[in-house]
């Protein structure tokens, strides 16, 4: 069964960066949409970012301005990078790609410290 692949979370210092990526491990068609969410002890997962097959682009308020989301469509690979990251960015990121159904990555630890 396919799975998807996250990498490149880590501990950081509040203003510092970090760049997410997520690959499938197999063969994906037909994807429609990628997205990052992300979800901190206790609370529920959020949409950080997302885009579409056709490029188009939409930001969690908390984060416009500091990451950008972007996708190879070639290697069906999507990144995160995030820019003047805050504490209150500290969760488990997930990436998750779409066809005709929903394909969830493993998560990645993203820790800020002040």
């Known amino acids: 069964q396919v799975q998807l692949v996250e990498s490149g979370g880590g501990l950081v210092q509040a203003g510092g960066s970090l760049r997410l990526s997520c690959a499938p491990s197999?063969?994906?068609?037909?994807?429609?949409?990628m997205g990052w969410y992300r979800q901190a002890p206790g609370k529920q997962r959020d949409l950080v970012a997302g885009?579409?097959?056709?490029?188009?682009?939409n930001y969690a308020d908390s984060v416009k301005g500091r990451f950008t989301i972007s996708r190879d469509n070639a290697k069906n690979t999507v990144y995160l990078q995030m820019n003047s990251l805050k504490p209150e960015d500290t969760a488990v990121y997930y990436c998750?790609?779409?066809?005709?159904?929903?394909?969830w990555g493993q998560g990645t630890q993203v820790t800020v410290s002040s």
């Open positions: 197999g063969s994906i068609f037909g994807i429609t949409f």
């Open positions: 998750k790609m779409r066809n005709y159904r929903d394909y």
């Open positions: 885009i579409t097959d056709y490029g188009g682009t």
